[in-house]
C-alpha cells in the first residue's frame, strides 16, 4: 500500500512538466506533500503496531508499559519519572538489559516489601543511564533468595556498571543501576 502511494506521488509530480502554471504547480507540491505526509503517519502506525507484538520501539514507551504490566494488580500506580534522551543514547542492547531490571526490581518491590509507594526514575546523559526504583515498604537484610539481586548485578557488570541497594529494615529499599550508553 505505502509503495502505491509513493507510486501515485510519482505520478502526480510527472504533471508538472505538462503545465507552466504557477497555481497547479502548487496543488501538484501540495497534493504530493499530502502523500509524504500520508506515508510517513502510515509507517509510524506500522512501526508502533510492531512495538505491541515485542519489537522494538521508543525505550520511553516500553518502559512504560513494563511498569503497567508489572503494577497491573498492585492497587496503585507507581510514579514514574523519564529523564533525559532515553530513547536517542540508549542502545537496543542496553535497553534489553534496562527493561529487564526495571522489571525485576519493579517485581521484588511488589512481592516482598508491602510498599505503599514505589518510585521509579530512569535518567539518560551522554554518558550513562541510571534507573533507580525506591519503595517505603519493610527493607530486609538478608534476604532468602538472591537469584533475581545477582541477575541484576550481573546484568550491570557485564555492561561496564554498577548496581547498588540500600535497604534498612523498616525504611524501604533504594535500587540504583546503572551503565554506560557509549
Known sequence: MIQRLFAAGLSIQSLRRYTDNAVAHERIAAATSELDATIRELRATIYS???????????????????????????FTPTVQLIGPLDDNVSEELALHLLRVLSEG???????????????????????VELLITDDGCGFQNPERISGLANM??????????????????????LCWTAPTT
Request: no cysteine; net charge neutral.
Open 49 to 75: 503496531l510492531q512495538d505491541g507484538e515485542g519489537g522494538a520501539g521508543l525505550l520511553t514507551d516500553r518502559a512504560l508499559r513494563a511498569v503497567q504490566a508489572g503494577a497491573r494488580d498492585l492497587g
Open 153 to 174: 548485578e550481573q546484568r550491570a557488570a557485564s555492561l561496564g556498571g554498577t548496581f547498588n541497594i540500600d535497604s534498612p529494615p523498616g525504611h524501604g529499599t533504594r
Open 106 to 128: 519493579l517485581s521484588n518491590a511488589i512481592r516482598h516489601s508491602g510498599a505503599k509507594n514505589i518510585s521509579i526514575s530512569l535518567t539518560a546523559s551522554q554518558d550513562n
